[in-house]
């Protein structure tokens, strides 16, 4: 089978396009500058000039494939967010026309889990909707690619299946919360919020959804593909256990971090604000639970993520090893 990855470059669909090259599928993607996609050449990805912006620009290389993974995704929070709505959601139109026109017979686009945003405890399943204002432009913009495109083009009767990850780590994690376990190997962590809440799935359990979406899921059905819910607190005193450093004492209130919040809003207007203390960063760090149930992925797909502690160790041990070769990021400890 041939396939197109849309993110190919990126942390999930880079393991997507690995998973589907060792099952022995060909497999094409876009990139702004191919010349960067030379590791995904070598491993025989057909790399094509595209933009998501550019609609035209996607049609040679989505031309004869029989399927469609739609990763690609703005992810910045507490940045810049100028180029979320092109991206996330004229970007997703673009591609989802161009499977329509091109009569492609299946498509999965990734979700995720921020479009239910703070589910306040409770790990929703796929039929919760959420109405209110969001946390941050990613929630907000991949709340409209998925209700306000993805959903009314099924709807019409488009082939596409929606998968929605939760947090996704793993070696390689750019995230902020794979800068919060570099701070935290580095002890340069200085607290955590209480009760914010994650459901933590390792990327290549992720990525193996999406797979098991494009091999199993219903066309017009959405798959919650989450680990097992964990506290950052929890997910830091796990790491403790296994590496012996110390996880940060200081477990900061919700109402400490909306107020803190407030006050960054003001001074970010006029101050260039570190991203990590940026106000929207710390607004959805406010005690906030981004938490969704993946039964229905598990009933209907077989989607079985590796509990934290598993996948944890390994990516510790990754970020440990490039520390270690790095002395310009290592530090005393304190």
Known sequence: MRYLVTGATGFIGGRVARQLIDAGHEVVTIARTPAKAQELAALGVVVHQGDLTNRESLRAPMTGVDGVFHIAAWYEIGADSRHAEAINVDGTRNVLEMMRELAI????????????????????????????????????????????????????????????????????????????????????????????????AHVDDVARGHLLAMEKGVPGERYIITGDCHTLIEGLELAERMTGIPAPKLHVPPALMKLTSRLAALFERVLPLPQTYRSETLRINAGV???????????????????????????????????????????PAS
């Open 105 to 200: 017979k299946k498509g999965v686009y990734t979700s995720s889990v921020a479009v239910f945003s703070d589910t306040h405890g409770v790990a929703v399943d796929e039929n919760y909707k959420f109405t209110g204002a969001h946390l941050s432009e990613y929630d907000r913009t991949k709340w409209q690619a998925h209700y306000l495109v993805a959903q009314p083009m099924i709807d019409a009767g488009l082939p596409l299946v929606i998968v929605q990850p939760g947090l996704v780590y793993g070696p390689g994690d750019q995230s902020l919360v794979g800068s919060m376990f570099v701070q935290y190997l580095q002890r340069r962590l200085p607290m955590i919020p209480q009760r914010t809440t994650f459901c933590w």
């Open 289 to 331: 639970t981004y938490m969704g149930s993946n039964a229905k992925a598990r009933r209907e797909l077989g989607y079985d993520p590796r509990p934290l502690e598993e996948g944890l160790r390994e990516t510790l041990a990754h970020e440990m090893r490039l520390l270690a070769s790095d002395t310009s990021r290592l530090r």
